[in-house]
Each structure stands twice: as structure tokens, then as C-alpha cells.
């Protein structure tokens, strides 16, 4: 049994170093060396930790990054997502992706089904080793903002997102790179049923918007004291770091938690940077 951490940590060293390096080739030898382990036992050991191949592991990394492209950055042409994603055709890349999403990559551009692109990635989601939190008590400002609520499940909040940014793009009034971009949940999506789940997704504004087609409408995130923690990463994991904050911070302090729930502040997107580039600041409010 006291193989089994570092023997963890050696394989998610290399999930790590996979996700930084999409564009670089990558053999299985390197990646052993990497994780310093047996090239004779490392890719068994890969498939015990993540339930795929390294060269699956490698693909499906690679098709994440293109499809969030494809759904978020529709001015990007099909044929230069798939060469970054280092296909040498449309076609070869369409035959991968349809094998993995069930859909063409021009059908999900036009639509995506999330719930399913989610059932994909699922297996391979690992969770941060990290346990360490810097944790800042910071006053939020009161911050005027565009919103549209996202209702139901958590799995196509991703659905509402693409509206949401259509939406700035197309009036300019929140600008995706010179404004703040927010997240504000009802609460723990696991600890509610899908229906009740909400989600607002916010853009800091100068003055109130007009109404508009998209459902986007003025709201404001009031001013308050909040814990703050900065979250490295997938926006699959933020809910391990917010249970890190409350298990080994927030429950050793002398701090009490305040009636709003916790919401996030994207200091990158998705479509800007690869996900493990992401970085999130989780703020939970406090009395």
C-alpha cells in the first residue's frame, strides 16, 4: 500500500505533462522517463490509473482542446483545428472525432451535445494531488454585470456559455477581453436535483445593457467579505478545491460562512488557453 501514492503521483505527472505539451509529439518511452518509472510496466500502469491507453489519454486530450474551438471560436476554420490537433486532413480528423463524440465536427459546432461529450471524459477525470490552499480574505467590489441563467442540468451549462458569448460578441457591450467573466452557482449541483440546478454566467459591464434577443439581462453582484483561492486546472476539479477550502481551512478558522453561496471569477477561458492553463479564483463568502 505505500506504493500506491507515488505510483499515482508518477502517472498524474504525466497527465500533467501531456496537457502542457498537445503540440509536441510524444512517444512512450519519453513519457516513462517522465513519470520515471519501467518503460516495461509504465503503460500498464497507465491504463490501472486512468482506464485508457497513453495514446488514447493523448487523443481525447487533443479533441477537448478542438472541440471547445470549435464550439466557442467559430471564426476558426475546421481545417486549422484539426492540423493544430495534429491530424493531417479534415477527413482524418472528422473520422476521430465522430468515433469519439458521435458527432462531425461541423455538427457540433452548429450543436453540441454536452451531456454526452461529458459521458466521454468522464473515466479519465482525475482529481488535483495538491493539498495545499493560499487562502486571501479579500472584500469583493460590488460589480454591475450582464447575466443569463443557465437552468438545469450542470451538464450543458456549456449550452448557455456558447449563448452567453455570441452574446458579447455580437453587441460589444462585455467585452471577453477587457471585461470580467464570472460564474455565480445556486449551490453544489451534486447535492440538488438537476432541475433545481442554476447557474448564472456574468460579464462585468459599464452601464446597463438594452434588452436583447439572447435573454441576457443587468444584475449585480453585491459587494462582500470573502475567502480566495485560485484554482489550477480543469473546470471539472474546481468542486475538489472548494471542498479542500471548507475541510482544511475553512473548518480550522474562526471565519463562519455567509448566506451566499460560492461563485467564480475565470481569469482565462477556455477557448484562450489549454485546460490545464485555466486558472479560476473560487470565492466563498463569509460572515
Known amino acids: 500500500m505505500s506504493h500506491v501514492l507515488p505510483l499515482h503521483r508518477s502517472i498524474r505527472r504525466v497527465c500533467d505533462y501531456i496537457d502542457h505539451n498537445l503540440d509536441k509529439q510524444m512517444t512512450a518511452t519519453h513519457l516513462s522517463e517522465v513519470a520515471a ?15 485508457v491507453t497513453v495514446s488514447k489519454y493523448i487523443l481525447l486530450a487533443r479533441l477537448k482542446r478542438a472541440s471547445f474551438e470549435l464550439a466557442f471560436e467559430t471564426d476558426i476554420k475546421i481545417i486549422d483545428i484539426a492540423l ?3 491530424f493531417d486532413s479534415a477527413e482524418a480528423f472528422s473520422r476521430a472525432f465522430k468515433r469519439t463524440f458521435s458527432q462531425t465536427p461541423s455538427e457540433f459546432r452548429k450543436q453540441p451535445q454536452w451531456p ?14 495538491e493539498n495545499t490552499l493560499n487562502v486571501d480574505i479579500v472584500t469583493f467590489p460590488k460589480t454591475q454585470v450582464a447575466v443569463l441563467e ?11 456559455a456558447g449563448k452567453f458569448v455570441n452574446w458579447r460578441k455580437s453587441s460589444g457591450l462585455s467585452p471577453i477581453c477587457s471585461s470580467l467573466t464570472f460564474g455565480l452557482p445556486n449551490g453544489d449541483p451534486s447535492a440538488m436535483p438537476a432541475s433545481e440546478f ?28 470573502c475567502a480566495k483561492v485560485t484554482h489550477q486546472g480543469s473546470h471539472n476539479t474546481l468542486e475538489h478545491t472548494i ?45
Not at 454526452?116 to 494531488?129: G, L, M, N, S, Y
Not at 471569477?265 to 485546460?275: A, P
Request: proline content about 7%; glycine content about 4%; overall charge neutral.
Open 150 to 160: 443557465h437552468r438545469g442540468a450542470p451538464e450543458r451549462v456549456y449550452e448557455t
Open 116 to 129: 454526452q461529450w461529458h459521458r466521454v471524459f468522464e473515466q479519465t477525470a482525475h482529481k488535483p494531488i
Open 37 to 51: 518509472l519501467s518503460k516495461y510496466h509504465f503503460h500498464r500502469l497507465f491504463v490501472a490509473s486512468t482506464n
Open 198 to 225: 442554476r447557474f448564472k454566467i456574468a460579464g462585468s459591464v459599464a452601464k446597463p445593457i438594452p434588452s436583447n434577443d439572447f435573454g441576457v439581462s443587468n444584475a449585480e453582484i453585491p459587494s462582500m467579505r
Open 243 to 287: 471542498y479542500m477550502l471548507y475541510q482544511h481551512w475553512l473548518v480550522d478558522s474562526d471565519e463562519q460562512p455567509a448566506a451566499h453561496p460560492c461563485f467564480f471569477q475565470y481569469l482565462n477561458l477556455i477557448h484562450e488557453v489549454d485546460e490545464c492553463d485555466l486558472r479560476t479564483d473560487i470565492f466563498l463568502p463569509l460572515c
Open 84 to 86: 493544430k490537433a495534429g
